[in-house]
């Protein structure tokens, strides 16, 4: 490959792709640890096997994605820079990435974003563009960028080399932790999601996507055969609000055994669950896949299930639970 414009499309996209990603981005990235809990566990009727990307650089797994797409730039792109969209995980990946390898970095954050992801993207020095809400605003900023910038897009989710660096994450757990019976990963735009289907896929091991009952349009998606359009800002969970990218789907609708749907309520308890019971800080997004779990258990009873945490970006001054909660904690 010797340029963004020329990646490979989803057609290429295979176990040995990824096992190319995987070599092409080890010295930059952490292989992050596999944690598990006994009490998580005997809830469930089932070992989880939960892959620690809140862990990793940038605190999320787009880290893998965004140093991935960096490193197919050639010298001049590299030294046009790169711009992206991103309500905040993508965007200090990138920024992170783009300083570590001398590329300038240009991210439109929408207004709303978390104060701890703009603070993030700050860190490592990217430009920043505040953006109305919605997904209007960052097509309009996508495209005034083409128009007017010789900066590279490097989309958020929407690319098969995106999808091939999001699938390191889970060829790391399923080598960390063999004989898995099923993964579940968060969807949003579906950069993860597809990516574990990869890998899934290529060892016969059922994939489910986890996904905010609210706005659930991945799972429309794969109902109706067709993308839908996305529901807004109706759930806790703000890296998943975002459209289903045309990659992404190709690869779920075809390879994705389900979509588990949850409602906030059920996001907020996982997710105080695992802080509780892993001693870990994850945010709302990554709560999803245990929530998926603990909903639909029956149906994973005494299975080994591999779990990705997706982020831990959280503003601890605005967690979604009471103080009262936290003086009766569960017992380990």
């Known amino acids: 490959m010797t340029g963004w414009q020329h990646a490979a499309g989803v057609d290429a996209l295979n176990l040995q ?12 990235i952490h292989c992050t640890p596999v944690l598990t809990s006994r009490g998580i566990n005997e809830l469930v009727g089932a070992k989880l096997y939960f892959k620690c990307e809140n862990l990793q650089r940038t ?3 787009k880290f893998r994605g965004a140093c991935h797409a960096l490193l197919q730039l050639n010298s001049e792109q590299r030294k046009a820079g790169v711009y992206t969209v991103s309500s905040g995980n993508h965007g200090a990946a ?51 960028q083409q128009q007017h910038s010789r900066e590279i897009f490097i989309p ?16 790391e757990l399923i080598k960390a932790v063999p004989d898995l019976n099923a993964l579940v990963a968060p969807v949003g735009g579906g950069g993860l999601l597809a990516g574990t ?6 060892q016969d091991i059922p994939v489910f996507g986890a996904e905010p009952v ?9 109902q109706k055969g067709a993308i839908q359009k996305e529901k807004g800002l109706k759930s806790i969970c703000d890296g998943l609000l975002t459209r289903l990218g045309e990659y992404p789907f190709e690869v779920i609708q075809s390879f994705v055994k389900d979509i588990l749907c949850i409602t906030e309520e ?17 945010e709302p997004s990554s709560a999803t896949v245990l929530a998926a779990v603990i909903k639909h258990k029956a149906q994973f009873q005494k299975q080994r299930i591999g779990l990705i945490i997706s982020g831990g970006n959280v503003d601890i001054a605005r967690l979604p639970w009471h103080v009262d909660k936290l003086e009766s904690p569960h017992e380990t």
Not at 17 to 28: D, R
Not at 197 to 202: E, I, K, T, Y
Not at 266 to 282: P, R, S
């Open 266 to 282: 059920e996001i907020v308890e996982a997710m105080y669950l695992i802080w509780q019971e892993l001693k870990v800080v994850i």
């Open 17 to 28: 792709t990824i096992y190319q990603a995987e070599q092409l981005i080890a010295p930059h």
């Open 156 to 171: 958020p989710y929407n690319h098969p080399t995106i999808i091939a660096g999001q699938a390191t994450a889970s060829l």
């Open 197 to 202: 289907c990869m890998v899934g896929h290529s």
């Open 214 to 222: 609210n706005v659930n349009d991945a799972w429309e998606s794969l």
């Open 94 to 144: 990138l920024a992170c990435a783009g300083e570590k390898l001398g590329i300038p970095v240009h991210v439109g954050v929408p207004k709303n974003a978390p104060r701890v992801k703009k603070q993030n993207m700050q860190r490592y020095h990217a430009k920043i563009t505040e953006l109305e809400l919605g997904m209007a605003a960052r097509d309009a900023f996508v495209e005034e």
């Open 59 to 61: 605190g999320a797994f």
